[in-house]
């Protein structure tokens, strides 16, 4: 019986893996060069000793701007691993899930223009873990994502009138 329920916890947390996975490999290249951006970020800092993959969107949205602009932004989580930072393993199966550790949760912003994410405006990303996310923190991430959004002025071009 305790064998039965073991193999069951571990079914369960070998499908909850690739199921995170999945949700990565269910994004749209454009969202997904904005994960691989915060996760960038994350390997080159120094007080980041673990290795994260993306668990799930928590909220997406994008303003087209025309002639292929887009302008993206998208709050998710990631997730430590018991890989060692650095490492550029992806496969949940070799590097699974940690649950000691809290998630990572991320917001970035970013303008695409031709498949690419361009540097001006500078793209904005901010990782925090959850536990230690303000009110304030949100609110700041909100209103920075807002203004790189607007400062193209594509959208107060429709409401010129000319006539």
């Known amino acids: 019986m305790a064998a039965g329920l073991l ?58 701007s025309g002639f292929g602009v887009k302008y993206l932004y998208h709050h998710f989580y990631l997730k430590p691993t018991t890989c060692a930072k650095g490492t550029t393993e992806s496969n949940p199966q070799r590097c699974p899930f940690r649950n000691d550790r809290p998630l990572m949760d991320c917001a970035v912003c970013y303008k695409i223009a031709a498949d690419q994410i361009e540097s001006s405006p500078k793209p904005y990303v901010h990782c925090i873990q959850k536990p230690r996310l303000t009110e304030g923190m949100r609110t700041t991430r909100t209103e920075h994502c807002r203004k790189m959004t607007y400062n193209s002025g594509a959208p107060t071009l429709l409401a010129v009138s000319t006539g």
């Open 7 to 64: 193999l069951l916890v571990c079914a369960g947390a070998v499908l909850c893996s690739v199921g995170a996975q999945d949700s990565y490999n269910g994004l749209t290249d454009d969202y997904k060069k904005g994960v691989d951006l915060a996760l960038e970020q994350l390997n080159t800092h120094a007080g980041v000793i673990h290795h994260f993959r993306f668990l799930r969107s928590l909220d997406k949205s994008d303003i087209e």
